[in-house]
Every structure is written in structure tokens, then in C-alpha cells.
């Protein structure tokens, strides 16, 4: 199997709990809570290690948060490079409204990064690129990061003779596609961003994807469409998916969790294909499970049987 790199600058101690209902002034009452290590390129770790696959994930920590983000990371026994900031790491916050099935998400703003701290993170990235495997580059950038980023990740990938991935949003993906990466992972509204454009038909978002492939941007565009499925852009065209029939519980970490499995069964020697119907499969089985629990290593299997199935079928 080919090696692969995660890199997360902005993670998050994701807290969960429940209560009946969101009311503005009252106390809220909750029912229990989790804490989960939370952030892109950690959780594509995390789901790459539920797979049965191996990651190096390199991340930022600081603070007391930073601290039980460590403990966490290590309970789940994932190799790790932690790159040491002097703010305390962010907290995002889940609450399920029990009444009513809402789900409502504060996502808190990181730390201030140095210039020191975010180019020590492209110094790990330097020194630890997989030749010929994977860099996954994903989530949002804390304050003090250049909006090149992830471009500057994406050119010593390449340097390295390895493949970059990025999942970002709005400048950070743009600089990244500037560059050139081997595959990008926008929602319909980030790679409407992109291009200043409302992507509201299927044809403008086929449109939009493969112009990215043809401009050589990227060479695969992975375009989640959350109830309407995913499409994937290519050289030689366009692959759609529908979504499996499953009981949406959350969808917190469900996109990670598609680029977990497809960037691991690619690095398992897979078909793209294969590697996108794991994806979609994983973010699907996401779905499936309370707040901010990843998925199940069964039932990402499943339904990837499921869903080959259905497009021989």
C-alpha cells in the first residue's frame, strides 16, 4: 500500500451532547456528552485507520485543549507528528435538539498561528512527503495563515513526487487549484465560490468540475452533493453517484470520511471508480451515526458492495 500524509493545521476537540430543545436565555439541560478529535485531515486518519489502512497525520496543538486533543489521538493509535502552537486549540460544539431532530453546529475560530508555526508545518510536510503516496491537505486555515497555504503543501507534494489532495474552501482552495493538485473535494457551494457562480443545475456543476480537469487545476474533481449524490470529474468524463438508502442520524464528518476511504483504497492500488463508490459508501455510513461519530469499518463495506451492485446493475 502507498503511504499517506495528513495534515491539519485547524483542528477542533469536538464536543457533543443533546438536549430537548434550543431556547434562547433558559438554562439548557444536556444528556451526555463526547469528545472526539475532530479536523480534516485528522479525521481522514482516523477513517483511513478504521479501514484497516496506516496514516502519518501531522497537526497542530497547543493549550490545554491541545493537550486532551493529544490523548485522544493517541488512544486511537494513530503515528502522529504534532506540530506545537502557543495558542490553545479550538473547540467545535454539536447539539442535537431531541424535540425536534435538528442538529445545530458552532464551529469556533482557531488560534492565532505565527509565521514560526504554520512554516514548521510545511517543514514536517517537507520532510516526511510519501514518495509516491498521498498528502491530504484538509480543513480550514486558523488566523495568521497565508491564504497560499495549501498551494505551498500542494508544491512540495509534487517536489516530492507525491499526489496532493486538498479539501478547502474559498481563497486557500483557489490558491491550491492555482497550483495544481491531484484531486480537489468541493461542496457544490465551495466550487460555486470558486467561480463566483450559483451552481444550481447539474449541468452547471458538471460544467464547473470538468472545466478544473481541463485546465489541468486538478486532475480528478470530487463533487459532493449531499441527498443528490456525488459526481466525480475526470479526463475521460463524468462518474455520478447516488447516495445509499440509510437513516441519516448526522452528518458531521461524513465528507471526511469520503476522502478517508477514497484516498485509502487509491492507495491500495484501486480503480478510481472503486475508490470513489468506498467514498461515497464511507461518507454515506457517516451519516448513519450519532453526532460526531465517524463510520463503522462494516458498514462502509457493505455499502460499497451495495452501491457496486447497483451500477453493474
Not at 475560530?109 to 514548521?120: D, F, I
Not at 493538485?181 to 470558486?194: D, M
Not at 478544473?212 to 474533481?221: K, P, Q, T, W
Request: hydrophobic content about 40%; aromatic content about 4%.
Amino acid at each position: 500500500m502507498k503511504s499517506i500524509l495528513t495534515l491539519t493545521v485547524n483542528p477542533a476537540l469536538d464536543i457533543s451532547t443533546s438536549t430537548e430543545r434550543v431556547i434562547s436565555v433558559h438554562k439548557l439541560r444536556c444528556g451526555a456528552s463526547r469528545l472526539d478529535p475532530g479536523g480534516g485531515g485528522v479525521n481522514v486518519s482516523r477513517v483511513v485507520r478504521r479501514l484497516g489502512g496506516r496514516t502519518l497525520a501531522v497537526y497542530t496543538a497547543g493549550g490545554p485543549t491541545g493537550e486532551a486533543y493529544r490523548r485522544l489521538i493517541e488512544a486511537e493509535r494513530i503515528p502522529s507528528v504534532v506540530v506545537p502552537v502557543q495558542g490553545s486549540t479550538r473547540q467545535n460544539f454539536t447539539v442535537d435538539e431531541t424535540a425536534t431532530g435538528k442538529q445545530f453546529r458552532f464551529v469556533l475560530q482557531g488560534p492565532e498561528v505565527s509565521e514560526g508555526e504554520w512554516k514548521a508545518c510545511l517543514s514536517v510536510v517537507a520532510e516526511s512527503v510519501p514518495v509516491n503516496g498521498y498528502v491530504v491537505a484538509s480543513g480550514s486555515l486558523p488566523p495568521g495563515t497565508p491564504d497560499d497555504f495549501y498551494a505551498r503543501v500542494a508544491r512540495l507534494a509534487r517536489e516530492g513526487s507525491a499526489r496532493c489532495i486538498v479539501d478547502a474552501s474559498g481563497e486557500a482552495l483557489s490558491q491550491a487549484l492555482a497550483e495544481g493538485v491531484f484531486l480537489v473535494k468541493p461542496s457544490r457551494r465551495e466550487l460555486g465560490e470558486h467561480f463566483s457562480v450559483e451552481l444550481d443545475s447539474q449541468q452547471s456543476q458538471i460544467e464547473a468540475a470538468s472545466a478544473l480537469v481541463a485546465d489541468g487545476s486538478a486532475e480528478y474533481v470530487a463533487l459532493t452533493l449531499g441527498e443528490a449524490g456525488a459526481m466525480l470529474a475526470t479526463k475521460t468524463g463524468i462518474i455520478r453517484l447516488p447516495v445509499p438508502l440509510v437513516q441519516v442520524v448526522s452528518t458531521v464528518g461524513a465528507g471526511d470520511s469520503f476522502l478517508g476511504a477514497f484516498v485509502l483504497r487509491l492507495a491500495q492500488g484501486q480503480p478510481i471508480e472503486a475508490a470513489f463508490r468506498a467514498g461515497v459508501a464511507a461518507g454515506s455510513a457517516t451519516a448513519m451515526t450519532p453526532a460526531t461519530e465517524l463510520c463503522h469499518r462494516a458498514d462502509v463495506e457493505r455499502l460499497e458492495i451495495e452501491l457496486a451492485s447497483a451500477v453493474r446493475g
